[in-house]
């Protein structure tokens, strides 16, 4: 079984400063791992994705993420965000195993972006 | 390529009554995913379909739930005498087919309210 924490729920920051979003996990088996965007009363959009190769991820929206795998985490980060960027941020694992094919999520982190 | 369709977008349901949500997939999308997302959580899922078939229902809660995927339609999410704690929003995934590992495409979900 997998788990995912986000260790921060709200976090606030202003307009063009640098973020970041923490991720860790659990996980007896390797996993991959995402980061979704939700905005207000819509579905979930991929940020990023990583499944293996460079640990370094880039996604939309000048968004990156780093797999740590001795520390099992994947931060989120963007250097200078905007007022759009105000949303709910899921970390998710999935494990490398085609038979199951569930996202666990984490709990959330609500970014907010004041001007 | 229109993306993941969810209908109802709301659905407002007395207790004991059922509640059918639908999803349709994204083109060429084989797998369908649901998950269900309660007030200020995460997404949990539910159940892992591919046409006719349930792969992984190990996040289906035993009694009342249903899900289908037949060879023609949408998939069906079905609550039957429906509680207030099913209050939720419930999102619909697919993904392509024949890959390792495909990504989730999620649809706008949809919320459900029992009086």
């Known amino acids: 079984a997998q788990s995912v924490t986000q260790l921060d729920s709200q976090v606030p920051v202003f307009e063009e400063a640098p973020v970041e979003l923490r991720c860790n996990y659990s996980?007896?088996?390797?996993?991959?791992l995402f980061w979704y965007v939700q905005y207000p009363n819509q579905g979930l959009q991929l940020l990023l994705k990583?499944?293996?190769?460079?640990?370094l991820v880039k996604g939309i929206n000048g968004f990156e993420a780093e797999f740590n795998k001795s520390q099992t985490s994947f931060h989120l980060r963007k250097p200078s965000v905007h007022i759009s960027d105000t949303a709910e941020y899921f970390c998710?694992?999935?494990?490398?195993?085609?038979?199951?094919?569930?996202?666990?999520f984490g709990s959330g982190t609500r970014l907010q972006v004041q001007p | 390529n229109a993306g993941v369709m969810q209908n109802p977008r709301h659905l407002v349901r007395r207790r004991g009554q059922e509640a059918r949500l639908r999803c349709s997939p994204m083109?060429?999308?084989?797998?369908v995913y649901w998950y269900r997302q309660l007030p200020e959580e995460g997404l949990k899922f539910m159940v892992y379909?591919?046409?006719?078939?349930?792969?992984?229902e190990s996040g289906m809660p035993k009694e009342r739930f249903s899900a289908e995927f037949p060879k023609e339609g949408p998939s069906i999410l079905r609550i039957q005498q429906v509680v207030r704690g099913d209050s939720a929003a419930y999102f619909c995934?697919?993904?392509?087919?024949?890959?390792?590992?495909?990504?989730?495409?999620f649809g706008p979900g949809t919320r459900l309210t029992v009086l």
């Open positions: 995934a697919s993904s392509p087919p024949d890959r390792a590992f495909g990504t989730q495409y």
């Open positions: 996980s007896s088996v390797s996993v991959y």
């Open positions: 990583y499944l293996s190769g460079s640990t």
């Open positions: 998710a694992v999935s494990a490398m195993d085609t038979g199951r094919r569930a996202l666990t």
């Open positions: 083109k060429g999308h084989s797998h």
């Open positions: 379909l591919q046409k006719e078939n349930i792969i992984d």
